[in-house]
């Protein structure tokens, strides 16, 4: 009877335990100010909640400013409280750790962050770290901070330097896990905010000129450390060095993070940086840097990302292969588009909702019939999320062709790269890339194409 009610007794502290703490997570909030100006002259309308993937920020919330005053709010989650996260716009972000229960605030912008409220030791290194490399921010993250003086710049390097150190290691919150993740995170934050400068403007006639930090760092730093990439800065931080190191200091020709690939020397940061440039598209030619790197992959996992990464891009090339497909058709029955082999195929991709795919329809419907009885399929793809909508209008306007939904399936949208639509492709008999952006429908060289190539 006893060890029934001591485990109910367990039970329901358990169940308190958790009520208890979710309720704090639902009490813990950030909150504040944050300003970006776009290069259109309009600040930003949202900020976001990020934490560190794959080399970068991924976004855990996006959270719109009010329109009224400008702030923006947000209740945070269990999983990002006790940790770093992240609050910013691009590449101005800044560190924050909250626990349960706590109410931070900021006021940001400008390379500039105050922290209040609710403000932590942990959230107190960051504010004071943030004051010390105050000025030097100025000239990465302000609008024109190009133009400041150079040999300000380089008077501030030689300043930093000793402070940098000592505050780095004088960290001790007592919370041991925190100090020796800050103690990885800041040296590269402050190369990071040291190279900003010259990524965005700041000049120097030649090498001579150049400070003994930004000399030096190009010297030393290897890219040695796998770690690097566990930082929400790493793939940012190897593209803004690549670019300062190979075009600016060293005044050579072509795409920066191609020429630092062949002198990362650890082996797994090297094979995820190429895949991390190459999803970025920052090459000059996508299938040629996929082909020439192959041979860093290091596992399976990366080798299958990149045959994946090769064969989108291949896709968008004249002569590359279709990736295929399979949708129902407005009845439910299954249509792939390796069914077509033989035949020129003119892909269209389509919404109900949008505009100027519907203004296209009836030029569409006019080449079809002007092509009628040739060995040339059309098919219509919609990108449309709701079925019942789309279904109505194939039937009522009677489109014509073969017309498939695809829900917006995020492996289509990917790999055929969907950014906008209307968009047509011309495929061959051979199932080989013509255009992968071909012309309008309403355009005489759609139809000049679709001929020159049954």
Not at 6 to 28: H, Y
Not at 241 to 264: C, D, H, R, T, W
Not at 399 to 419: A, C, H, I
């Amino acid at each position: 009877m006893n060890k029934q009610i001591n485990k109910m007794r367990n039970i329901v502290m358990l169940m308190l335990g958790v009520t208890f703490s979710t309720s704090l997570a639902a009490q813990t909030t950030i909150r504040g100010k944050f300003s970006k100006i776009l290069p259109n002259g309009v600040d930003v309308d949202r900020v976001f909640f990020s934490k560190p993937d794959d080399g970068g920020p991924i976004v855990v919330e996006e959270i719109l400013k009010s329109k009224s005053d400008q702030t923006f709010q947000a209740t945070l989650k269990p999983a990002d409280l006790n940790v770093i996260r992240y609050i910013g716009v691009f590449d101005e972000q800044y560190p924050v750790y909250i626990r349960p229960g706590e109410k931070l605030s900021i006021e940001a912008g400008d390379g500039k962050i105050s922290y209040s409220g609710n403000v932590s030791k942990e959230n107190q290194v960051f504010a004071a770290w943030y004051k010390l490399i105050a000025p030097l921010r100025n000239y990465g993250y302000t609008k024109k901070g190009y133009t400041l003086p150079t040999d300000r710049y380089v008077s501030l390097l030689d300043s930093l330097e000793k402070p940098v150190q000592d505050f780095v290691k004088n960290i001790r919150t007592g919370n041991d896990s925190f100090d020796k993740q800050v103690k990885y995170l800041l040296p590269y934050s402050y190369k990071f905010d040291l190279l900003m400068p010259l990524a965005t403007g700041l000049s120097f006639r030649s090498k001579n000129e150049y400070p003994v930090q930004v000399a030096k760092l190009i010297e030393e730093e290897k890219f040695a450390d796998a770690n690097l990439w566990s930082l929400p800065l790493a793939y940012n931080y190897m593209s803004n060095f690549s670019f300062v190191k190979y075009i600016l200091y060293n005044n050579k020709q072509g795409i920066a993070g191609e020429m630092l690939v062949p002198e990362i020397a650890d082996d797994q940061l090297r094979a995820k940086f190429i895949l991390a440039h190459a999803q970025r598209g920052v090459t000059q030619s996508l299938v040629k840097f996929l082909e020439g790197n192959r041979k860093y992959m290091r596992d399976d996992a990366q080798k299958k990302e990149l045959a994946l990464l090769l064969r989108r891009a291949n896709l968008q090339i004249a002569g590359g292969s279709w990736i295929d497909f399979s949708y129902p058709d407005v009845n439910g029955k299954m249509h792939s588009l390796s069914e077509n082999l033989g035949k020129v195929v003119l892909l269209d991709l389509w919404a109900t909702w949008c505009a100027p795919c519907l203004a296209e329809i009836p030029a569409l419907e006019k080449l079809e019939k002007e092509l009628e009885g040739k060995d040339v399929v059309f098919i219509s793809l919609s990108l449309d999320t709701d079925k019942a909508k789309w279904q109505n209008m194939v039937k009522q306007k009677q489109l014509s062709g073969v017309q498939l939904f695809s829900n917006s399936e995020p492996r289509f949208m990917q790999d055929y790269e969907v950014t906008e639509i209307p968009r047509y492709i011309v495929f061959d008999k051979n199932g080989k890339t013509v255009n992968f952006n071909a012309p309008r429908p309403s355009d005489p060289k759609l139809k000049t194409l679709i001929e020159s190539n049954l």
